[in-house]
């Protein structure tokens, strides 16, 4: 009997656009590493981790996920329910393999916050030991299908090389060579 591992993606979005920009590389991954795992994710928007008793619910989703997607047009700062429901998921040492940002930034916005919000998440990666990746302005959509996604990958805020999105599935990969058990395993 095969038994493919579960993968877990939970992500946090600002907004119903930005929602389905997150699912739409949600979908990419599981169409790339469908086959080799079983993929759920939770979908947490980010006026609903503003009540504290829905983010520590967040938090627990966090805490079972191999990667946490945060996904936002970059107008405004990150706000500060979606940077709590982090630093839980730093403090209480997040087994998730990469922390994924994704920006809209087409709509002509200040990269200033753009940059900003990129600073403090891949702070927030580097603190949960965790890859970061960072989209830049373009959507998932915008391209040819079958083409790759581009991501700056950065380790310190600033410090950016351009692997695609199969940067991540290499991780993933890597990443599943290594069983979970469960305590209900």
């Known amino acids: 009997m095969e038994v493919n591992p579960a993968f877990n993606v939970v992500i946090a979005y600002e907004d119903f656009e930005t929602g389905k920009q997150a699912k739409r590389t949600y979908d990419y991954l599981t169409q790339n590493l469908g086959q080799e795992c ?32 945060v996904s936002s047009h970059g107008a405004n700062l990150l706000p500060d329910g979606l940077k709590a429901w982090l630093e839980i998921c730093v403090s209480e040492k997040a087994h998730a393999i990469a922390l994924v940002a994704l920006f809209d930034s087409s709509r002509g916005d200040d990269p200033t916050m753009i940059r900003a919000n990129t600073a403090y998440l891949a702070d927030v990666a580097k603190r ?5 990746f960072a989209q ?18 950065t380790t310190v805020p600033h410090e950016q090389a351009l692997p695609t999105i199969s940067t991540i599935s290499n991780i993933v990969q890597r990443d599943l060579s290594f069983p979970r058990w469960g305590i209900n395993e």
């Open 128 to 132: 949960g030991e965790m890859e970061f």
């Open 136 to 153: 830049p302005g373009e959507l998932p959509n915008t391209k040819e299908p079958g083409e790759a996604f581009e991501f700056s990958r």
């Open 38 to 69: 079983q993929f759920t994710n939770q979908m947490w928007k980010f006026e609903v981790l503003e009540i504290a008793k829905l983010r520590e619910l967040a938090a627990k989703d966090a805490a079972m996920a191999d990667i946490i997607i």
